[in-house]
């Protein structure tokens, strides 16, 4: 692993990948929340791939960071990023009293999932620039 370099703007694509796959899931959490009320199929797909997108991306920004590159926005990184995935695995930890209520728990981790992933990506992408 210490052999292989990562460039940063594979943490960029992927980046703007997080915030894709992070946007999904507050969409489709939100409709499963108030238009099917329940958290279906669907909607558990398009969370854990959110999840999976976001797990691959806090890894290659500990490469980076082990790399020697973004050291002075890693605690923006490691809130944002780690923040972000803590937040969605934080849904599976709260009780679930009905299929209605699970689907708006899950919709309250999405939303509060992409802040973090947004405020990482941008304010990451501005110590970047720098």
Same mark, same amino acid.
């Given at each position: *692993?210490?052999? *292989?370099?990562?460039?940063?703007? @594979?943490? !960029? *694509?992927?980046?703007?990948?997080?915030?894709?796959?992070?946007? #999904?899931?507050?969409?489709?959490? &939100? +409709?499963? #929340?108030? +238009?099917?009320?329940?958290?279906? +199929?669907?909607?558990? %797909?398009?969370?854990?791939?959110?999840?999976?997108?976001? $797990? !691959?991306?806090? $890894?290659?920004?500990?490469? @980076?960071?082990?790399? &020697? $590159? &973004?050291?002075?926005?890693?605690?923006?990184?490691?809130?944002? %990023?780690? %923040?972000?995935?803590?937040?969605?695995? @934080?849904?599976?930890?709260?009780?679930?009293?009905?299929?209605?209520?699970? #689907? +708006?728990?899950?919709? &309250?981790?999405?939303?509060?999932?992409?802040?973090?992933?947004?405020?990482?990506?941008?304010?990451? %992408?501005?110590? #970047?620039?720098?």
């Amino acid at each position: *692993m210490d052999e *292989m370099i990562v460039q940063p703007q @594979l943490h !960029l *694509m992927v980046g703007v990948l997080v915030l894709l796959t992070s946007l #999904a899931a507050v969409v489709t959490t &939100g +409709r499963g #929340a108030f +238009r099917l009320k329940r958290f279906g +199929r669907t909607e558990h %797909g398009v969370f854990i791939a959110a999840q999976i997108v976001l $797990m !691959l991306q806090v $890894m290659i920004g500990i490469k @980076l960071l082990d790399q &020697g $590159m &973004g050291t002075l926005q890693k605690y923006v990184h490691y809130i944002g %990023g780690a %923040g972000a995935l803590g937040l969605l695995v @934080l849904y599976y930890w709260l009780p679930k009293t009905s299929e209605q209520s699970s #689907a +708006r728990q899950a919709l &309250g981790v999405s939303v509060a999932s992409l802040v973090f992933v947004a405020l990482a990506f941008f304010v990451g %992408g501005l110590y #970047a620039r720098q």
